[in-house]
């Protein structure tokens, strides 16, 4: 079978965020998935299978990080989606059955993909102690992002603070599900993006991950909201670094970018 890595969030090969994408007739055993995904050693490997004509969903994906098996991921989605249509499995949007429910990817001519997922639901919380320490920031707001996402959004002070962070991974795997996600508001919006985030994952292995479709789905509600206006440009600002177009739909957020092949291969085990 075939394995493709592919560059999401990005249009240039090695930025964004790499995932593996393995197109399946049936999912194996989960052990199998799960070897396969330590072995890519990538923040997420996607695997999905077609399903019968006639169903509520095209395609059955599942996501797997190095550790453990994964509720949502944008990212990883996005490039599913890519090999679809690049490879000509799947033409048009495709609807894809998850662990969050029916996921649609829509392809434009532009070569960019639209993401449909559910709205992180946001509910502010006390900062909890010592977690100031372990980011090694002064957070300003917390707030719980529900179990689909499973993090600790956390805004501070600006896009600076944001941009030098050197957290206690170790420390911060206590505070949440997932992880943390770290956001500010743009210092320049001239530069192309509204808000910086950066986000770290310890719980799944992760120590920083380099574009999270996932918990734009939590900083769209909240930019739109402080910044009254319901599209929106975020930056990641990892090393990699990539931008994510979001667009607020109530119950509904809708997340934009692109996607580069960077490496196909034979899957022999």
Request: charged share 20%.
């Amino acid at each position: 079978m075939r394995i493709r890595i592919v560059d999401a969030f990005t249009d240039r090969p090695f930025s964004g965020n790499p995932a593996g994408v393995v197109l399946l007739d049936s999912f194996p055993e989960e052990a199998w998935l799960q070897n396969v995904a330590l072995e890519v050693n990538h923040a997420e490997t996607a695997f999905a299978h077609r399903l019968p004509q006639g169903g509520d969903a095209d395609w059955a994906l599942r996501w797997f990080t190095p550790a453990t098996e994964v509720a949502m991921c944008g990212h990883a989605t996005l490039a599913t989606a890519h090999v679809l249509h690049a490879t000509g499995a799947h033409e048009g949007p495709v609807r894809f059955a998850t662990l969050s429910g029916v996921l649609i990817a829509t392809p434009h001519e532009d070569g960019s993909l639209t993401l449909d997922f559910p709205t992180a639901p946001l509910t502010p919380v006390e900062v909890p102690d010592g977690v100031a320490e372990a980011l090694g920031a002064a957070p300003l707001s917390a707030f719980d992002t529900g179990p689909n996402i499973g993090d600790l959004l956390i805004e501070v002070a600006d896009e600076k603070t944001v941009l030098g962070l050197t957290p206690d991974h170790k420390a911060l795997a206590r505070y949440s599900e997932r992880g943390i996600i770290a956001t500010a508001r743009a210092e320049d919006p001239s530069r192309g993006y509204d808000f910086v985030s950066r986000c770290f994952f310890p719980n799944v292995g992760i120590d920083e991950d380099p574009v999270t479709g996932s918990a734009h789905t939590a900083l769209a509600p909240y930019w739109s909201e402080r910044l009254g206006r319901p599209d929106l440009t975020g930056l990641q600002a990892s090393p990699r670094s990539g931008l994510v177009r979001t667009q607020q739909r109530g119950d509904r957020t809708l997340l934009t970018g692109r996607a580069v092949t960077v490496i196909e291969g034979e899957l022999l085990a």
